[in-house]
């Protein structure tokens, strides 16, 4: 089993930035892929970004020149740092991680609100 903790989330102003961190705990040997995904009231959850064990990132277009994953392979700890931050940003962030390549775990997730 895999835990995860987001933290980090909370109400900004628009244009304000937030870091989100996600650790992971438990049976982290094999710690895969980590990816942040997010929901908004009455839409479907969405991919926002991912990071392979070596590095390899992917981000959504949509928010592809705010946000930035990193991670910290010692720590089990995945980042999501965003910046210029707009009201559509208000959803649930969650935190996924794939162990081994086949089994995935959530986080319980944080809320960001972006404020116009």
């Known amino acids: 089993q895999v835990q995860l903790v987001e933290s980090g989330g909370g109400l900004v102003q628009a244009g304000g930035s937030l870091r989100l961190s996600c650790a992971a705990s438990?049976?982290?040997?094999?710690?895969?892929?980590m990816s942040w995904h997010r929901q908004a009231p009455g839409k479907q959850r969405e991919l926002v970004a991912s990071?392979?064990?070596?590095?390899?990132?992917n981000t959504a277009a949509s928010v592809k020149d705010r946000f930035s994953i990193s991670r910290d392979n010692a720590r089990n700890t995945a980042y999501l740092q965003m910046n210029s931050l707009k009201p559509e940003d208000t959803a649930v962030y969650y935190c996924?991680?794939?162990?081994?390549?086949?089994?995935?775990?959530w986080g319980q997730g944080t809320q960001v609100t972006v404020s116009s």
């Open positions: 996924k991680a794939n162990l081994l390549g086949i089994e995935e775990y």
């Open positions: 990071i392979t064990r070596s590095g390899t990132t």
């Open positions: 438990g049976k982290t040997f094999g710690l895969n892929t």
